[in-house]
């Protein structure tokens, strides 16, 4: 069947129509037309659904808990404002190139993402070689840097969550890459082999993200001030007082400090990368961003907005033995008394 299958995608491809729906009578089969438009046969099983897929997007992405390790760098930026408007104004740009891959996954959907619209859309096939191999390339390497910097995070976050209950242990650099390589080996094997399982476990990790997120804002802004603990932040510490001693005009701090923003939303092409394990997938692609650059936002810009207040001590913070503040932040918060 599958070799018969492949035959008449093979057919209808080399037919030229235009019209693929009335070619084929049938939705799907027409959806894979357009997809493997290149001469690309469809080969992986479509067992993704609209909200296994936005989960991967959301998972992936990995909004909220990206911000969480890497605010000790942000945090230089302007102080809290700046970790704010940075990640409001950065948000902003890219929902512009959300958009703008959206409305190209929906016309031409294919798992090649970003290397192969770059290839298509100059034009000339001379210039399309040519952007498409340097896209091709920023992309690879894009995805093998965010691995390797949110299984770092991983890495560090467990090792000092043993640390903050464990007041006798010391935690070095090499437990932290030993929990970075076990991440990095678990998540390969779960996609290497047990890929059949990969839209449940997106769709669990959507759950995971949406119940660390609601966790951990009520904590973190009902415990301050409670029982001894230091009181929440100021409204005017939060939102005003920029503090940058760094040397650099106000202006090009700001800029710069996007970065740390961008690192935490920049993944909007995560989806398009299983258009060919999606039924519908011009319809389904964009459907997908947009739920993970809205969850995103929100779910970031809720945990940047609860943390920030629950910085009682600013000094204390870049004093702690935590390389991840936000483990300083919630210890203060939650922990002390």
Known sequence: MAEISSQKEKADLSS?????????????????????????????????????????GVTVGNVWPAIGGSILTAIFNGGPPGVLYEFITVSVFYWCVAASIAELASAIPTAAGVYHWASVTPGSPRWGRLIGYFAGWWNYLAWVAGAASMASILGNTIVQMYALNHAEFSPQPWHVFVVYIAATWIACAAVCLANRAMPYLNSLGIVLILAGILITVTVVTTMPGRDGRPPH????????????AVGYPDGFVFVAGMLNGAFSVGAVDVVTHLSEEIPQASRNVPLAMLMQVAIGFATGLAYLVAVMYAINDYDALFAAPYPIAATSILHHSWLNS
Do not use: M, Y
């Open 16 to 56: 030229g129509s235009h019209d693929v729906h009335q070619q084929t009578g049938s939705a799907d089969h027409a959806d894979r037309i357009l997809i493997n438009a290149s001469g690309h046969i469809q080969e992986l099983p479509r067992n993704f659904s609209l909200i296994s897929l936005a989960g991967v």
């Open 233 to 244: 932040a100021s409204a005017q510490f939060v939102w005003a007082d920029w503090q940058a």
